[in-house]
């Protein structure tokens, strides 16, 4: 079923440790992103990519980093994680930057300790 | 950066009743949009909205694009029990290229159904 895969599920972390998130779309869309959601807050954007190769900041983005070697895969890292990263992360992806309909990954739910 | 303002932030209902949600901003939009999230799931897009004073339907959900293009609502009609989740307004100003471009979400919209 052609879609977004994410993973872990799920995660705890201990402070300090480094993390990656993983995401790989098979649709072939040129546009991706990570979000954090958390209660209250609704969906913040932290880092999104126009095109492989290219990558750009979105809201919350510091403490995080990301990569697009390829079409297919935007893999997001925590490099330090902290108490505060603790979060439900959702991958999307669209056909371009400009599109309106974003596939959504399942989530990660990671927390730190 | 922009920001949307959703309500409310939660709604608990009865099965049968109609429900009503909506969004303003203090920017113009040029698209509205409405997505839902299933519990354990991403959001998936529901209804999309181009024009200002557009009304658009899919199925027991009707949503309008206001006409000031700062607002939005989002109608459900005759609840049923698998309509639960939360429900995301979002919208995009400005132009490509422009640092106002991406999508901005809601901070959402809790909707529970009494069965």
């Known amino acids: 079923i052609a879609g977004i895969t994410q993973a872990p599920t799920s995660q705890i972390l201990a402070a300090g440790r480094r993390m990656t998130l993983r995401c790989t779309q098979d649709?072939?869309?040129?546009?991706m992103y990570w979000y954090r959601q958390d209660l209250g807050l609704g969906l913040r954007l932290i880092h999104y990519?126009?095109?492989?190769?290219?990558?750009g900041k979105g809201e919350v983005p510091d403490g995080y980093s990301v990569s697009r070697a390829n079409t297919d895969d935007f893999p997001l890292t925590l490099a330090s994680a902290v108490p505060s990263q603790t979060s439900v992360y959702f991958c999307?992806?669209?056909?371009?930057?400009?599109?309106?309909?974003?596939?959504f990954g399942a989530g990660s739910r990671l927390t730190v300790l | 950066g922009q920001q949307l303002n959703q309500s409310p932030q939660s709604m608990f209902i009865q099965e049968g009743e109609d429900v009503s949600m909506n969004c303003t901003s203090s920017s113009i939009f040029n698209t509205w949009l409405w997505y839902k999230q299933d519990p354990g799931e991403g959001p998936v897009l529901l209804i999309a909205?181009?024009?200002?004073?557009e009304l658009t339907s899919n199925g027991r959900l009707t949503a309008q694009f206001g006409i000031t293009r700062k607002d939005s609502f989002l109608n459900i009609s005759a609840s049923i029990p698998s309509d639960v989740g939360i429900y995301f307004c979002a919208g995009r100003g400005g132009y490509s290229g422009g640092s106002n471009y991406k999508l901005t979400f809601g901070k959402g919209t809790l909707l529970t159904v009494n069965p």
């Open positions: 909205l181009y024009k200002a004073g």
């Open positions: 649709m072939r869309h040129n546009a």
């Open positions: 990519s126009n095109t492989a190769g290219t990558t």
């Open positions: 999307a992806s669209s056909d371009s930057a400009g599109a309106n309909v974003l596939t």
